[in-house]
């Protein structure tokens, strides 16, 4: 089992940005694939990013793409979440997750993901 925790939500000005960290412990970090989603009130869990356990496989939601970066760091057990040009659309609380599987993170689907984080809240602003 792996456990993620959340930090770095907050409140923004849209045009700003924000970096979202998620430290794991338990099972070893370096085998897990990682994935980021966000959760609007009332709406459904959707999926922001995710990266292989090496880094070579990096996905994106079209609507961050070019705006937010996923990057991780295996010696400190830490996946980060850089989000920049934030708009009032990604105020959401955000959900880092873990997977063993590589060959799934293309399917874009928290299904596929089997531990996951408190959650932390993004609030844009204008």
């Known amino acids: 089992q792996v456990q993620l925790v959340e930090s770095g939500g907050g409140l923004a000005q849209a045009g700003g940005s924000l970096r979202l960290s998620c430290a794991a412990s338990?099972?070893?970090?370096?085998?897990?694939?990682m994935g980021w989603f966000r959760q609007a009130s009332g709406k459904e869990r959707e999926f922001v990013a995710a990266i292989s356990w090496s880094g070579g496989l990096i996905y994106y939601a079209d609507s961050v793409k070019g705006r937010f970066t996923i990057s991780r760091d295996n010696a400190k057990n830490t996946v980060y979440l850089q989000m920049n040009s934030l708009k009032l659309e990604d105020t959401a609380v955000y959900y880092c997750?873990?997977?063993?599987?590589?060959?799934?993170?293309?399917?874009?689907?928290?299904?596929?993901?089997?531990?996951w984080g408190q959650g932390t809240q993004v609030t844009v602003s204008s």
């Open positions: 338990g099972r070893t970090f370096s085998n897990w694939c």
């Open positions: 997750a873990a997977t063993p599987r590589t060959n799934v993170l293309g399917r874009r689907s928290a299904l596929d993901y089997d531990a």
